[in-house]
Nanobody
Framework: QVHPVESGGGLVQAGGSLRLSCAAS????????MGWFRQAPGKEREFVAG????????YYADSVKGRFTISRDNAKNTVYLQMSSLKPTDTAVYYC????????????????WGPGTQVTVSS
């Protein structure tokens, strides 16, 4: 099992960029699909981006496609989310999570979650 911890959140102006990192303890990190989710106040948690164990397949929510890029470094047990052209609607707490098995967007398939990091985009 892995234990993710997010970092890199903060306040940014609309149109700006931010990179989130997720460091995960555990020797089996490289065997997990990793995902980023977000939850805005009063809304349900939603899938943002995912990456398979090797990094060979990435997938995104339509709302962030072309603006966000997920990547991973298995040697460092870290997954990243590069966010560009940020919008106020991207404001949320961002969570990193790990799932065993194939690529998925379903939150219930992710068994390990980080505590989250706040991203606020001002207009």
């Amino acid at each position: 099992q892995v234990h993710p911890v997010e970092s890199g959140g903060g306040l940014v102006q609309a149109g700006g960029s931010l990179r989130l990192s997720c460091a995960a303890s555990g020797r089996t990190f490289s065997s997990y699909t990793m995902g980023w989710f977000r939850q805005a106040p009063g809304k349900e948690r939603e899938f943002v981006a995912g990456i398979t164990w090797s990094g060979g397949y990435t997938y995104y929510a339509d709302s962030v496609k072309g603006r966000f890029t997920i990547s991973r470094d298995n040697a460092k047990n870290t997954v990243y989310l590069q966010m560009s052209s940020l919008k106020p609607t991207d404001t949320a707490v961002y969570y990193c999570a790990a799932a065993s098995g194939i690529a998925t967007t379903r939150p219930h398939a992710f068994g390990s979650w980080g505590p989250g990091t706040q991203v606020t985009v001002s207009s």
